[in-house]
């Protein structure tokens, strides 16, 4: 049996990857403002699409996945309005991170305006199309700095029914800067409003607790969350969490926990 070479560029991604990993055992970490620049350039270069979940890349482009994960998200929505026995309202509906329009294409038909909230420019073009090639319904794109995310109330100052970010809280720059996202959902939404919010958790083992040392290695384990530690954080950001569906492996990665979370009504 002949055993195929790896290529010089894996082998030097394995080498850098234990590096990383000697280091982060050693407690090398960069500080929070540094990686918040790393993520700015990581997802503001030209990029194709890479990461972002786009229709047209290869990972998405066959078999039905780009599709798939929409239609996924749309039905969790829909089983969290029957079990917490409401209609779903979703007249306007914020998705944090909107990449190339997964979730989008399959909400917006059902919505009177979508908003869109993303740090690359061009993400927020690609989804604008996908959305507009599906249905009628307005698409507003927010376009955000990462070190600024608060920036994006001064253009969404309507309430909103449904908050929506998926594939989002494993990149951000820290867990602290989930506090951040959550503190803008609970003013983005209008009493009563539902958050479909997903992380990838952290097991209590090494491997899996937030990387802090290079953004652009390994982007999509930037930030986990114990999963009592994310209920109690939404608790503190004013949101009632009702329950959290967990997905220990999808087809793109693992171990990640779906919390379903309504902002009180009045008071
Ligand atoms: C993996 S894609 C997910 C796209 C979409 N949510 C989906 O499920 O297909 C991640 C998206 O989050 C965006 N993003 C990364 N960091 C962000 C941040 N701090 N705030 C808002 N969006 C961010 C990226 O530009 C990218 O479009």
Redesign the pocket.
């Known amino acids: 049996m002949t055993r195929q070479m790896p290529s010089v560029e894996a082998l030097r991604r394995t080498a850098q990857g234990g590096l990383l990993r000697v280091l982060q055992a050693l407690g090398v970490r960069r500080s929070d403002a540094a990686l918040e620049a790393d993520?700015q350039r990581f997802?503001t270069e030209p990029h194709q699409g890479r990461?972002?979940?786009w229709q047209s890349t290869a990972r998405f482009a066959e078999g039905g996945l780009w599709a798939r994960?929409?239609l996924r998200?749309l039905g969790m929505l829909r089983r969290a309005a029957r079990t917490l026995d409401a209609e779903p309202a979703m007249a306007r509906i914020v998705?944090?991170?909107?990449?190339?329009?997964?979730?989008a294409v399959q909400l917006a038909p059902l919505a009177r305006e979508f908003v869109g909230?993303?740090?690359?420019p061009d993400?927020l073009e690609e989804c604008a199309r996908q959305v507009a090639a599906r249905c009628e319904t307005p698409f507003r794109p927010v376009l955000?700095d990462?070190r600024d995310?608060e920036a994006a109330l001064r253009h969404v100052t309507e309430p909103c029914d449904v908050f929506l970010?998926?594939?989002?809280f494993e990149?951000?720059?820290s867990p602290a800067?989930g506090e951040r996202?959550l503190r803008i959902a609970h003013e983005m939404l209008a009493p009563g409003g539902l958050a479909l919010v997903q992380i990838k958790y952290d097991t209590g083992s090494w491997r899996t607790g937030s990387r802090r040392l290079s953004y652009r290695f390994s982007p999509?384990n930037t930030t986990t969350y114990p999963i009592h530690a994310f209920w109690e954080l939404a608790r503190r950001c004013g949101f009632e969490p009702r329950y959290v569906e967990l997905l220990p492996e999808d087809e793109l990665d693992e171990r990640y926990a779906y919390f379903v979370m309504v902002k009180l009504g009045v008071g």
């Open positions: 993520a997802w990461g972002s979940h994960i929409g998200h998705e944090w991170g909107c990449g190339g329009g997964a979730n909230v993303d740090v690359s993400s955000v990462v995310p970010c998926v594939y989002v990149l951000i720059p800067y996202i999509g």
